[in-house]
T-cell receptor, first 114, second 115 residues
Framework: DAGVIQSPRHEVTEMGQEVTLRCKPISGHDYLFWYRQTMMRGLELLIYFNNNVPIDDSGMPEDRFSAKMPNASFSTLKIQPSEPRDSAVYFC????????????FGPGTRLTVL | KQEVTQIPAALSVPEGENLVLNCSFTDSAIYNLQWFRQDPGKGLTSLLLIQSSQREQTSGRLNASLDKSSGRSTLYIAASQPGDSATYLCAVRPGSGGGADGLTFGKGTHLIIQP
């Protein structure tokens, strides 16, 4: 299996622009998670899906952030408009079951907002 | 709100030493605890997962223990090697509903093994 795939790996954009991050989970995994990592706050859960349905989005920082999972093999995290404080590494992870199974992480997207 | 703390934040030891990384969490109602490794510029690699009913897990030179009642876990690395240099993250999964499946992470221990 190719593992969790994220694109792009690096994104540099200017403040106010729309940013879309993409994730392909491991085939057969029912759960998909989006995390954000910064030096100050470490790794934080933003949102997660079960069978393509958003279950908990309490970690999404503001209305500027939105996430979708149109099918079992694809998810997007969108920031509109982007701000410099959104600069971080965004990770996608998937697991076969919610609690008992290991979460497998993608390589991350490093976002820089100028 | 669950908080996870890892001590020390950084550690540098000579090759060959045995070492212990510590993780503590404030809410003992967890479903499981997971240790990850993160290399610079890379994603996270799961090392060990301990269910709340378990006391320890072992994989090669790694041994992780869990004392749920006291809110503590340790990761023991035997005979350390330069290739073990990385940041080690501890994460817990809550034991009840309402976002229960998302992990809460510590900020990690940055480990350097000197050749």
């Amino acid at each position: 299996d190719a593992g969790v795939i994220q694109s792009p790996r690096h994104e540099v954009t200017e403040m106010g622009q729309e940013v879309t991050l993409r994730c392909k989970p491991i085939s057969g995994h029912d759960y998909l998670f989006w995390y954000r990592q910064t030096m100050m706050r470490g790794l934080e859960l933003l949102i997660y899906f079960n069978n393509n349905v958003p279950i908990d989005d309490s970690g999404m920082p503001e209305d500027r952030f939105s996430a979708k999972m149109p099918n079992a093999s694809f998810s997007t995290l969108k920031i509109q408009p982007s701000e410099p404080r959104d600069s971080a590494v965004y990770f996608c992870a998937s697991s076969r079951r919610g609690g008992g199974d290991t979460q497998y992480f993608g390589p991350g997207t490093r976002l820089t907002v100028l | 709100k669950q908080e996870v703390t890892q001590i020390p934040a950084a550690l540098s030891v000579p090759e060959g030493e045995n070492l212990v990384l510590n993780c503590s969490f404030t809410d003992s109602a967890i479903y499981n605890l997971q240790w990850f490794r993160q290399d610079p510029g890379k994603g996270l690699t799961s090392l060990l997962l301990i269910q709340s009913s378990q006391r320890e897990q072992t994989s090669g030179r790694l041994n992780a223990s869990l004392d749920k009642s006291s809110g503590r876990s340790t990761l023991y690395i035997a005979a350390s090697q330069p290739g073990d240099s990385a940041t080690y993250l501890c994460a817990v999964r809550p034991g009840s509903g309402g976002g229960a499946d998302g992990l809460t992470f510590g900020k990690g221990t940055h480990l350097i093994i000197q050749p």
